[in-house]
Nanobody
Framework: QVQLVESGGGLVQPGGSLRLSCAAS????????MKWFRQAPGKGRELVAA????????NYADSVKGRFTISRDNVKNMVYLQMNSLKPEDTAVYYC?????????WGQGTQVTVSS
C-alpha cells in the first residue's frame, strides 16, 4: 500500500524555478528517510537529494548543491524539492523514493524540462 505521487513538473526556461511535491502514504512517513532521484534521457537514475526523518539533515548531489532544497512536512506527509536557477542539464524525470523493510518504492515520476 506504499504510494508516492509526484507533482509540480513542467516546462521552465533556464534560470527559472519549480517546486516538486511528493505525497506519501501507506507507511510511517515521519520515521523514513526520503529521497529524490532523476533520470535524464539516455542516462541512468541519479540521486538528487535526501532528507532524514525530521528534516534536520539533508544531502545533495554536487550538481544541484546551492540551487535545490529538499524539505518535508510530517503533518501532511509531503516531501518537496525546490529547484532554483534551473539549467538545461536538469531536464529529467524526477522520482520520489523510499526504502522500506520489504523493498524500495518509487513514485511514477514527474517531467521537468528546462529549455528556452
Amino acid at each position: 500500500q506504499v504510494q508516492l505521487v509526484e507533482s509540480g513538473g513542467g516546462l521552465v526556461q533556464p534560470g527559472g524555478s519549480l517546486r516538486l511535491s511528493c505525497a506519501a502514504s501507506g507507511f510511517t512517513f515521519n520515521t523514513s528517510y526520503m529521497k529524490w532521484f532523476r533520470q535524464a534521457p539516455g542516462k541512468g537514475r541519479e540521486l538528487v537529494a535526501a532528507i532524514n526523518n525530521n528534516g534536520g539533515s539533508t544531502n545533495y548531489a554536487d550538481s544541484v548543491k546551492g540551487r535545490f532544497t529538499i524539505s518535508r512536512d510530517n503533518v501532511k506527509n509531503m516531501v518537496y524539492l525546490q529547484m532554483n536557477s534551473l539549467k538545461p542539464e536538469d531536464t529529467a524525470v524526477y522520482y520520489c523514493y523510499v526504502r522500506r523493510w520489504n523493498g524500495e518504492y518509487w513514485g511514477q515520476g514527474t517531467q521537468v524540462t528546462v529549455s528556452s
